[in-house]
């Protein structure tokens, strides 16, 4: 995992099987964002097509999602759909939809730069 001064990043690496697996980020609060709220991650997807030694020229991307979450930690599942594809997440520092006083309202703060 990289922390810049803008986004935080991490590359996931190849699973030897499909499926379905979660990715947990663990103290927000280092990176200045609250214990809880809801954190858009952005995700790109290194799709092998050329055999497991296959070169990828480009990275695809693949949208920005909103995950709930709260305890200053945040899991999101990953889809394995082949065993040759890898995943790069990364969202802003700072940057998150907090929740107020548990009542549904959302105010979005600035990112740090």
């Known amino acids: 995992m990289t922390v ?3 986004m935080v990043r991490t590359l996931v ?3 030897i099987s499909t499926g379905t697996w979660q990715l947990q980020i663990n103290d927000l609060t280092a990176v200045g ?3 809880r709220g809801n954190l858009n991650i952005h995700t790109w997807g290194f799709l092998n097509t050329g055999g497991h030694y296959g070169e990828v020229d ?3 991307d693949l949208g920005w999602y909103s995950h709930a979450y ?3 930690s945040v899991a999101f599942p990953v889809y394995q759909t082949d065993t040759s594809a890898a995943y790069a997440f990364e969202f802003y520092v700072g940057f998150v939809d ?5 009542v549904g309202q959302t105010v979005q703060s600035a990112p740090k730069f």
């Open 58 to 60: 480009y990275p695809n």
């Open 4 to 6: 810049g001064s803008d």
């Open 13 to 15: 690496g190849v699973r």
């Open 33 to 35: 964002l609250p214990a």
């Open 70 to 72: 709260s305890g200053n």
């Open 98 to 102: 907090v929740l107020l006083g548990g």
